[in-house]
């Protein structure tokens, strides 16, 4: 018992933002099915979640707490709660997107500042706000997408959805370069068309096709100080 407890106590911590399905849920078991511990956020009056589930399984080791990313309060809240902790990464997962058909023309101003509240301010604000929380030669990551890629926009679709992946990846690029003098690793992931409720049912691959690569990309990762955009199998994503 001294030993698990022990096991337990020294492992590797992840913070994972946004966990209670889908992405997240997934690499939160695949984290701890290494040996990592994982605190995981999920929205207040989200209920029981799969996330709870996973808890149960994982008796100690995987420590649910409440945040919707786009409430500053809620994220102050969090940051409050953690004070003291250490993690050896962070990753942040929220996102959400709008009509894939939509075009830049025609969404509404409300639609426009949802989405990119979502998948650009408020990610990056969390980071901002937990970085602290980050061991010197911990990760930093977060979960942008293929079509955040500016370079390889050439079939169009999905405007909105790829400006606000695109934003998130140049506003972590900023922070990279404030970052210049750590020893810390940075990374923009891109998971792939991976069949969730946001990727939809025609999506290209599955989560277990798609996560545990990427985890063990991030982890990978670790060992390389400064930002890359790499996609789930390792490959540079280009700008």
Known sequence: MQST????RNAPALLLVAASRGLGLAMAEVFLNKGWNVTGTVREGAGRTKLHDLA????????????DICEPAQLAALRERLSGRRFDMLFVN????NDPNETIGEVTTDEFVRVMITNALAPMRAIETLQDLVTDDGLIGAMSSGQGSVTNNVTGMR???????????QF????????ADTR?????MAPGWVRTELGGPDARLTIEESVPSLVDVLLAKRARPGLEYLDYLGRTVPW
Do not use: P
Request: proline share 0%; charged share 30%; glycine share 10%.
């Open 5 to 8: 407890e022990s096991n337990r």
């Open 159 to 169: 405007e909105v959805y790829r400006g606000s992946k695109a934003a998130l990846n």
């Open 172 to 179: 972590m690029r900023s922070f990279a370069a404030r970052q």
């Open 184 to 188: 810390r690793a940075l990374a923009l």
């Open 94 to 97: 929220a996102g959400t997107t």
């Open 56 to 67: 149960d399984r994982f008796d100690g080791r995987l420590e649910i707490g409440t945040l």
